[in-house]
C-alpha cells in the first residue's frame, strides 16, 4: 500500500506562515471593520443630538461666548485698576507726601498698598469704623485684618493700642488687628501691643512702600 509522502520541514513553515499571515490579515479586516462601524454610529448619534437638540445647543454656545467675553472685560478692568493704582503709589508712596496728607489721604494709600499685595475685600471704612478701625480687608490667605491709620507727627501713645485691641475683641473679634503709623510708637505703646497686635511704624511703612510686601 502506497503511504503519502511526509511534508517537508520546509513545506511545513510556508503552510503556517500563510495561515499565520491570513489568520493576521482577517483579524484586520475585522478590526478595521468594527472601528468604522462605531465611528459611523458616534456620528449618527451625533447627528440626531444636533438635530434634537439644537436650541438649546445653540443657546449654550451663546451663554459661553458671554461668559467668555465677560471674564476677558473683568480681566482688563482689573489691570487697568492695577495699573493705574502702581502709578498713582509711584507718586505718593514717599515720606515727602504722606507726611503733608490728610488722615482720609492716608488711610486710602494704606489701602492701595494692601490690594497690592493680593491683600482681598479691602475697604475703607473710615470715621464709620468702631474704636478707631479704618480699613479692613482680607489677607491672601482669607484672614481677616482690622486697621488702624495714624497719620501724625508725634509717636501713637499706649491708649491707641489699648482703643484697636478693645476693637478686635470686640465689634471685629476674628479680626487680626494692624496699626499703621507714619511716625513711631512710645516705649509703653511698644510694649502693650507687643504679641497683640501687629505694629507698622515709620521704618516698616518707608519697606512697604519701597515694594516690600506685608505679610500678616
Known amino acids: 500500500m502506497d503511504h503519502p509522502s511526509p511534508i517537508e520541514p520546509r513545506e511545513t513553515s510556508i ?20 472601528g468604522t462601524w462605531l465611528l459611523v454610529t458616534v456620528v449618527r448619534v451625533l447627528i440626531h ?20 467675553g465677560a471674564i476677558a472685560v473683568l ?7 492695577a495699573d493705574q493704582r502702581e502709578e498713582r503709589l509711584k507718586s505718593i508712596a514717599r515720606f515727602e ?3 503733608v496728607m490728610t488722615g482720609t489721604e492716608f488711610e486710602e494709600l494704606i489701602a492701595d498698598l494692601l490690594r497690592r499685595d ?3 475685600d479691602v475697604a475703607v471704612i473710615g470715621r464709620s469704623g468702631d474704636r478707631g478701625v479704618d480699613i479692613t480687608a482680607r489677607t491672601p ?6 486697621v488702624q491709620c495714624k497719620r501724625q507727627a508725634r509717636k501713637v501713645p ?3 493700642i489699648r482703643n484697636l485691641i478693645g476693637a478686635v475683641h470686640s465689634t471685629y473679634a476674628g479680626h487680626r488687628g494692624v496699626l499703621v503709623t507714619n511716625s513711631g510708637y512710645t516705649v509703653q505703646a ?26 500678616i
Open 190 to 215: 511698644q510694649s502693650e501691643g507687643r504679641g497683640r497686635l501687629v505694629l507698622i511704624g515709620r521704618e516698616e511703612l518707608g519697606s512697604w512702600m519701597a515694594g516690600t510686601s506685608l505679610v
Open 97 to 99: 507726601r504722606v507726611d
Open 118 to 120: 493680593g491683600y482681598r
Open 158 to 160: 499706649a491708649d491707641r
Open 49 to 68: 443630538v444636533v438635530q434634537d437638540y439644537w436650541p438649546w445647543l445653540v443657546g449654550v454656545l451663546v451663554l459661553l461666548i458671554v461668559l467668555a
Open 141 to 146: 490667605d482669607g484672614h481677616k485684618i482690622a
Open 15 to 34: 503552510v503556517r506562515t500563510v495561515l499565520v499571515t491570513t489568520g493576521i490579515a482577517s483579524g484586520s479586516l475585522l478590526a478595521g471593520a468594527a
Open 75 to 81: 480681566n482688563e478692568a482689573a489691570k487697568h485698576e
